[in-house]
Each structure stands twice: as structure tokens, then as C-alpha cells.
């Protein structure tokens, strides 16, 4: 197919190779989603410890001598069916830990987070608009979240020569904060600190660098793009977010459909043949040693405040009274953590728990549970909910930002009309989520009525395609 673009996607995470949350998944996903369309992209990362291993013989397409301490070089290759673009700054990345901290997950962040993300902004600013020696150009930067917020901005003050910019916004929460003592270190233009650039309440913040100076801004569904207005969701940004809403839309995160798909798992099933989906159910409470007679239930997620996860403990008694059981498997806040151990402990035989992190074993746990809990605070698309849909796993979420664009709740309107995938409440508090949680129970209950919801679940399509086909469009508008 003829290449109709290119676009270099910066970014800290990236599937399969670093994730620590959805950002990865997404990042991983576009490359393929866009070649579709015609569109080349390439996805710049930094040079991670277990990423610089496997980039020997790749050709050096960029060289940077002063990059904060040390020398940084760009390799690009292909690993992985993505077309890389490495920042190999040893002094900056070969560390032992996760991308931000020495824990592998997020928080205890590193002290120079700061310019360690900033050199790689650095870079992907400079190959941008000059091009690597490879003579790959792109037509747009493509930036993600804090971590690539300089980009935008470094392209901005020096010379766009003719490259759009768009920032996406996945987790507005956070914002990468640096000190405005580091203006200069951190090569930013001193005239461009003030509050309608670069300043951000006497400091600095990535995130808002990059949302004052790209060409356009977007959330990744379109209930979160409307929130970020509101204080509420904007966590200090809603002002930038209305100055720019001329310039702000929201793009639905999509699946990548041949990862996640019951018709690929070990024992497969598909919306015509459920058969399957009973076995995995059998092996998966085999597996926890769980008997469960009513609906089974999942969580996979991080354990932090912003999934809800503390509201388990005070509705998940009345659930398993009704007849459900629960498996979570997630890591995350030691206080949280505990509470799953504790509702574990409590609840033996009808709650599951495995703390860490483990791909194939959240496959299982999506191709056999009935329902999968989400009750975010707060979620700017939310992939799980999609798996669930995909699986056949009914989706119980609070009704916010992806989550409510992306679930229709089972109420008599949407069942009558055939349209319900699932359960949304509101707001996120235990009452609403109790309820919820009976609803789910009684849906369970009503045999032809879940087998409906099931099949109108399985059928959303939740691939990439309609998504791509936005960032395309987003794309035409303001290439050079
Ligand atoms: P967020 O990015 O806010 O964590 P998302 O729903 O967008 O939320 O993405 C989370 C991703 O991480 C999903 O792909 C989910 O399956 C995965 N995930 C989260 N926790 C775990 C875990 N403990 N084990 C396996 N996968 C997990
Ligand atoms: C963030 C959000 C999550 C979203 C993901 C990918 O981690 O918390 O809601 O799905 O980014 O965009």
C-alpha cells in the first residue's frame, strides 16, 4: 500500500515491550490500526535496560552529544511487528526498576524524571523537524501523555518546519511536574513562562507544555474530553483545556482484537458456540478453588484509588450472600492490597486473589468469569470493559468517561430495545455499586435475558478501525 503518511509516536510505555497500564496497550496498537489506513508510524521509546538488549546491529538514525549528563543515540529496528525508534542514553535509561522508579510499576519516582522524559521529548522534537539520517521524516508527532509533553513545545519554539503536533491525553492525573528553578536546564524558552505558556501555578508541568503548544489535543474518549473541563476531571488543567477546547476532541481507545479474542484462547468459544466459556469457567474455579452458584466476577487492574477498588470490601459481603463470588487479580497500593487479602481471607471458596501482574492469567480470567467489576472514580477509556464485552464477560462499571461511553446499561429502556451490554452505575459510591451488584445478580438469574445481553456484547465492535480512522483525519488536518 502507498504510504499517505508518516507520524512519530512518543512515548514512556509500549505493548510488547514496557507497560505499567493502558497507555502501553494503546501505543502498541496504533502502529497496526494506522498502517490500515496507509498511514507509517513509528514509535520512539526510551532505551529501557531489558529494550537496549535486544537492539543490537540497528542503525544509528540520530546522534545527540549533550543530552544531560552523557550522549544519547537513536536506533531504529523492528522487534516485535513495531518499527522502533530507540533513545540509547545509558546514563538516562539502563537502570535496574520500571520506567519511572526503582519499583516496576509507578510511584517512587526517579529524581531526574524531569529530564530524563525531556530528553527524550528532546529528540523526538529534533528528528520531527529534521528528519533521521535514514531520511524518514515525519508529517505529524504524535505525543502521549507527560512523559512526551516537551516534545510539542520544544518543536513549537524551535521551528515547526511543517510537522503537526497532537498531544493525547490518557490520564490527566499526572501531569509532570518540575520546578520553575529548572526552566533553563531544562530548555525551555524563559519569554514563554507565564501562565498562558509554560508556567503552571509557579512551576512547570510537562503535560501543560505540551497541551498550550500542539496543534491539537485529545482525550481518549469523548466523555473524558468533555469532563477536562471541569475542575473535577481537569485536576488544575480544566482552564488550558477550555482556552484550547476549539482544538480538543475525544478519540475512543480501541482493542487490539487478535490479542484479545475468545475465539484464539486455549479452550475457544465465540458468541455462536458458548461451549467453551463454560469449561474455562470450571478450569478458572478450579484454579482459585472457588464454587460459585451465581455469577462470577473479575477485576484486573492496578489497585489505586482511581479504580475504586476500596469500595470492594463494603459491597462485595451482600454479592456473595446473593450467590456471587469474586477474583481479583491486580497490584498496586500496599493498603489495598491488604484489603483484597483481607475480603480473601474472609470469604474463602468464594473469593479468588492473586496480587502481581500476569498476562495469561488475565486472559483466563476474562474467558471464564460472567461479569467484570470497573468502578472507577474516574477513567479515561478503560480497556478492560472492552475485553469484557469481547468475552462475553459482562461489564458492571461506574458510568464515567470511557466507561460510560462504551457500556449501555441494562435498564428496562435499553433491554426492551435490545440495546443493554452490561451494567453502568452513578455515581461511584457504595450504594450505587450494591445496587448495581443485585442487578447484576437478577440479570444472572433470568437465563434467556443474560444470554441477550451477552450476545449484544459480544457483537460491540471494539476493534481499532473507527478510532484509527479519527487519528487519520486528525492527521490530514494539519500536516505541513
Ligand atoms: P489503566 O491504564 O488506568 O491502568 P486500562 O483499563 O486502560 O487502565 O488498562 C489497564 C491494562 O492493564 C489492561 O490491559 C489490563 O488488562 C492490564 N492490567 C492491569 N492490571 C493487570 C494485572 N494485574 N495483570 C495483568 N494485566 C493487568
Ligand atoms: C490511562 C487511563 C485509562 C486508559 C489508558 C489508555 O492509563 O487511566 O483509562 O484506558 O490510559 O488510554
Redesign the pocket.
Known sequence: MQVKGRVLSVASECVPFI???????VVGALPAALAAFGWDMRVMLPGYRALRQRTAGWAEVWYESDLWGGEGRVLSGHLDGVDLLILDAPHLFDREGGPYGAHSGSGGDWWDNPQRFAALSWVAAKIARHGGLDGWKPDVLHCHDWQAGFAPAYLAYGGRAGVGSVMTI??ISFQGWARAGQLDDLRLPREHFHPGALEYYGNLSSLKAGLVTCDRITAVSPTYAADLVRAEAGLGLEGVIRARASVVSGVL?GVDTQVWSPEAEPVPYSAANLAGKAINRANLCAEFNVDVPGPLAIV???LTD??GIDLLPQVIPDFIAQGGGLIV???GDQRLEWQMQELAWNFPGRVGLRI????G??HRLFAGADAVL?PSRF???????M?GLRYGTLPVVSAVGGLADTVITANPAALSAGVATGIAFHPTDVPAFAIALRQLTALYADKPMWAKVQQRAMAQDVSWTASAAKYVALYEGIRG
Open positions: 507497560k505499567t497500564g493502558g497507555l502501553a496497550d490518557h490520564n481507545n484486573v487492574s492496578r482511581q479504580k487479580l491486580g497490584s502481581g501482574y500476569d498476562e492469567m488475565s470497573v477513567e479515561p477509556c478503560g480497556l478492560t470493559q475485553y
